[in-house]
């Protein structure tokens, strides 16, 4: 009955905050408005998902319901500020989204071609709606996503990316998400929103990092990716916030005939962390790789969700999500691949496998095949072990000391996924901190 209790006095306190942000909005477009509008009446309808709601069967939402957030400042000197801060990858354009509502482009960035636009999504609503209102909502359902719904209904600022038909970005773009260290009134609720459409024949590459101070404080992030006919993004996406926040998250895909999707997650923070991929085949003979690499450790919880929706014949999926879980810490993978009845020819493959670096690390797996066409090719599994000794010994045989030793074999069974990363700089910084990572006392959280 608490729980009860809980759950829906969290509820009231989110549809008031929307009411207020409504009043003090400043008029919007009138599609934005009713989008917003539509958003959070569905969240009045689902609510937050409970431990009887079969997809968050395994990830308690207790704590973060416990905990009153207020929604960030419009803009502080504090945050303006954090953008000299930020890293820069390499060769490549930034947006830079330190409170989600005042984006700027790094000026050593290379220029980008023609057509090409890497804007706010509220400059991209003023400049070229067109490009947008088609896409903004359409792709991240939020009829049963309570936390899409909330995101659709909260979001400020946020990021639109477009590449014209046949333009190709050499460089990755790249939407930083910093929170930014400044003194609170108490811990903040960030919205994340990015909407990422690529015309036919276009390609780009795309890096999405998620950090900020070691304070509580909680992301909702919501990506929305459209790809037209033949085009082709990698896509990554990098969680280096601390082990006190909380991030919920979704990244939803449609593609067109003969497009090419990839995305990458590499998860290295967070105390409840809930990852969610959704990608659906719209049109044949397209293709699409989800990999995933998550550590975590102390009482961290981390959930990543995948479902590909083959609806589509001629389409290929290849998923691998690797985590490692050390300490008290708990994962969750539930990956889900649909082929419809009409999507005869398809190829999907997915594998989940789990480390576990002690005996009070948990995981709950559950790959999941929903077969209706007759003629495909469809794999998955999962598999969950610990540290081979015979590998131990051998390292340790050869003057290897044991942190060591296991420090190696843990990040040769992580690298496998770091090393599908194909930005250099990035890469051989996670794999930097994936060491690094493995020689740092993790915090731990209290009440999960």
């Known amino acids: 009955m608490s729980t009860t209790l809980e759950t829906t006095s969290a509820k009231q306190t989110y549809l008031a905050a929307f009411e207020r942000l409504e009043q003090a909005l400043v008029p919007e477009r009138p599609a934005v408005a009713r989008l917003r509008r539509s958003a959070i009446e569905r969240f009045d309808q689902v609510g937050f998902p409970g431990p009887r709601h079969e997809d968050w069967k395994f990830t308690s939402l207790a704590p973060l319901l ?18 000299r801060l930020l890293r820069h990858e390499g060769p490549g354009s930034t947006l830079l989204l330190a409170n989600g509502n005042r984006p700027f482009l790094l000026s050593g960035s290379q220029s980008l071609p023609d057509g090409v636009r890497v804007l706010s999504l509220e400059q991209a609503l003023e400049q070229c709606p067109e490009l947008v209102e088609p896409h903004l909502g359409s792709v991240a359902d939020f009829r049963d996503q309570p936390f899409v719904a909330l995101n659709t209904a909260f979001w400020r600022g946020g990021a639109f990316v477009y590449v014209p038909p046949g333009k190709v970005v050499e460089g990755p773009i790249q939407l930083d998400y910093l929170v930014p260290a400044f003194n609170a009134e108490g811990p903040y609720l960030w919205y994340r929103r990015a909407l990422i459409v690529l015309g036919r024949g276009a390609q780009a590459t795309v890096v999405e990092s998620f950090d900020g101070p070691p304070t509580p404080f909680a992301t909702n992030a919501v ?8 085009a082709r993004l990698d896509h990554y996406k990098v969680l280096e916030e601390p082990t006190v926040a909380f991030h919920l998250a979704a990244t939803q895909v449609v593609q067109a005939r003969d497009s090419n999707f990839s995305t990458h997650f590499i998860g290295l923070g967070g105390r409840l962390v809930r990852n969610e991929v959704r990608v659906r085949f719209d049109g044949e003979h397209a293709e699409a790789t989800v990999n995933g690499l998550y550590q975590a450790s102390g009482t961290q919880h981390v959930d990543n969700f995948t479902v590909i929706d083959h609806a589509r014949a001629h389409c290929a999926s290849h998923e691998v999500y690797k985590g490692v879980l050390d300490g008290k810490a708990r994962g969750v993978f539930n990956g889900k691949i649909f082929v419809r009845q009409d999507a005869q020819k398809t190829d999907a493959k997915q594998t989940n496998k789990t480390l576990l670096l002690s005996d009070d690390a948990t995981i709950n797996t559950k790959p999941q095949l929903e077969i209706y066409a007759d003629d495909v090719k469809c794999t998955h599994g999962a598999t969950v072990g610990q540290l081979d000794e015979e590998q131990l010994f051998y390292l340790r045989s050869r003057g290897i000391g ?18 599908r990363i194909k930005v250099a700089p990035l890469r051989e910084r996670l794999e930097q901190a994936l060491l690094a990572a493995r020689h740092l006392p993790q915090a731990g959280t209290e009440d999960q």
């Open 223 to 230: 990506t929305e990716v459209v790809l037209g006919e033949g």
């Open 66 to 83: 416990r905990t009153e957030f207020l929604l960030p400042p419009e803009d502080s000197e504090q945050a303006s500020e954090a953008f």
């Open 402 to 419: 044991l942190e060591e030793a296991r420090s190696l074999l843990t990040f040769a069974f992580a690298n496998d996924v770091i090393g």
